[in-house]
């Protein structure tokens, strides 16, 4: 049986990969970008939660990461697009149907990558807090 965490991610990227763009999980960058973008959910860091007694639980504040990833002449339209389906995703189920406390999605910082022989990358890494409380801190 999954762990909190690992029910959690998952429902995360199936969230994502309802959306145009391709979303993966713990993959390598591609060498071919699809034209409506690529998004690749890191698992991230789950931090230290706190604490509550009786009865016991953590509390997290889970900071997983999403590459965002756009190529093409027309890549700022079509990476503000992507950027713009990230945030209607999440704001329309804040809690994957009950797993989390909330969700939320942190502002990205673009960054234009050339790459040798072929058109330039627009990507950002865009920070996503998964707020959930779990019995124990291993499972």
Not at 65 to 74: H, I, M, R, S, T
Not at 75 to 91: E, G, M, P, W, Y
Not at 105 to 110: F, G
């Amino acid at each position: 049986m999954p762990t909190p965490r690992e029910t959690i991610l998952a429902a995360l990227h199936a969230r994502l990969s309802a959306l145009p763009a391709t979303a993966l999980r713990g993959e390598v960058l591609p060498e071919r970008v699809p034209t409506a973008g690529l998004l690749i959910l890191r698992d991230g860091e789950p931090g230290e939660p706190e604490v509550t007694l009786s009865p016991l639980n953590y509390h997290y504040q889970h900071r997983a990461e999403l590459e965002a990833v756009v190529q093409g002449a027309d890549r700022d339209a079509v990476f503000d697009t992507l950027c713009a389906s990230i945030a209607t995703a999440i704001a329309a189920n804040r809690t994957l149907g009950g797993l989390c406390d909330w969700v939320e999605a942190e502002a990205p910082r673009p960054v234009d990558l050339p790459v040798e022989g072929a058109a330039s990358l627009k990507a950002a890494v865009i920070p996503v807090v998964l707020h959930y409380s779990t019995a124990d801190p291993v499972g």
